[in-house]
């Protein structure tokens, strides 16, 4: 993940309704884990005669499959960013357990000891799918190495850039939540809009997204600035947007611990009564509602509906809470195992069955690839209030709502 991650955040934020033609899979289940111990033996001692065959012969690698689908998970599980990684893995044992599936096995490669390393392993393995990596970067090695192999990739990265050629994103996509949230202050009749932007990709390409949205909606961008998160350049973005011209809804497309930060100074600056709306990134902070200045502010985000159940089930088996990307794990085990029930052991993964036009669905809500390998998903807006967080627009439950 690069800064086109949300500047490394939005791809860590540390992120169900079943449609008439999608399906979701759910139940309990204990999956035992296989591990084979040789304890010591014996002395050796001097044969007296012909060596005779005495087991199965011992060779390097996973034992081979004949009646499960091996699929890799290539996540972090050492660094920096290993919690993350820990947490998705636990989620795809979890997302096992509940399917009752016996056709899948996942193994799980650790990226942060070398993105090539880690997917030449998967591979020489017999892993005929990857689910993973987190990382954009890491996609960026990992898609043409597994291409050669004719094994597809199942990013867990929001960058849209690393889509096609075999690799599919699931990461929540900002233009999506900004497109979601700009549609719905136009249902409610804003339409003069301004935005501030943190400097770099993530910042451009919400910039870029935000002009498209409002343009398609019939709005009118009047101002945008940018900044780089330190409190000063927040204050001067924040009072170059209130010399330029009005506006009556302000996009803060930035994580919700900077639009904490930066909502007083808004308040304060030209923007008393302006509507704040906010991004998918604002999904993860538990706080905004106690903000006083954020009342009222709107953002789209995946429903959190499922993902509750999921966290407590996470925290009951674990003893601690997931991160909130660990959902993406969950899914993608779902999505593996509706595709297992086709497709043959030992064979390539039918990946045109990823492009499945009714889409699936899972603890985020509906989704479904698009052409170019990005998931485009169902997004609810959520209104901030006062303690509280409210839907006022409920995601739709299949693409064709």
Request: proline share 5%; charged share 15%; glycine share 10%.
């Amino acid at each position: 993940m690069t800064e086109t991650d949300a500047s490394r955040q939005a791809d860590l934020f540390a992120s169900l309704k079943r449609g008439a033609r999608l399906a979701f899979a759910a139940s309990a289940l204990m999956l035992a884990a296989c591990q084979s111990i040789v304890p010591k033996g014996p002395a050796p001692t001097t044969p007296t005669g012909p060596a005779q065959p005495s087991g199965p012969t011992v060779t390097e690698g996973l034992p081979t499959d004949t009646l499960r689908h091996r699929v890799a998970l290539l996540v972090p599980m050492s660094g920096t960013n290993a919690g993350v990684g820990q947490s998705i893995a636990n989620a795809t044992t979890l997302a096992l357990m509940d399917t009752k599936t016996d056709k899948v096995r996942i193994t799980t490669y650790d990226t942060a000891l070398g993105a090539a390393a880690a997917v030449n392993k998967a591979l020489a393995d017999g892993n005929r799918l990857i689910l993973g990596p987190l990382l954009a970067d890491d996609a960026r090695v990992i898609g043409p190495i597994a291409a050669r192999a004719n094994v597809p990739v199942i990013s867990f990265s929001n960058d849209s850039g690393v889509a096609g050629s075999g690799v599919y994103i699931m990461g929540y996509n900002p233009n999506q939540s900004i497109e979601r949230v700009v549609g719905f202050a136009r249902q409610k009749g804003l339409s003069q809009f301004g935005a501030l932007v943190p400097r770099g990709t993530y910042g451009e390409r919400a910039g870029n997204a935000l002009l498209r949205a409002v343009e398609q909606a019939g709005g009118t961008v009047v101002s945008m600035q940018t900044f780089d998160r330190s409190p000063a350049s927040m204050t001067a973005a924040v009072k170059k947007l209130q010399a330029s011209s009005s506006y009556d809804a302000l996009l803060i497309a930035d994580s919700g611990r900077v639009a904490l930060q930066i909502a007083p100074i808004v308040r304060k600056n030209g923007g008393a009564t302006a509507r704040l709306l906010g991004t998918e990134l604002w999904n993860t902070e538990g706080t905004l509602s106690a903000s006083p200045v954020l009342r009222g502010a709107w953002f789209a985000s995946v429903s959190d509906s499922l993902y509750r159940q999921l966290a407590t089930k996470y925290r009951a088996r674990y003893g601690s809470a997931p991160f909130r990307l660990s959902s993406l794990g969950y899914d993608a085990v779902l999505l593996t195992v509706r595709i297992a029930q086709d497709w043959k052991p030992g064979s390539n993964f039918p990946t045109a069955r990823l492009r499945d036009a009714g889409g699936f669905s899972g603890i985020d809500g509906a989704f479904r690839f698009s052409r170019s390998g990005v998931a485009e998903r169902a997004l609810e807006v959520t209104e901030i209030g006062a303690g509280n967080l409210t839907v006022v627009a409920p995601a739709p439950r299949s693409f064709g709502d």
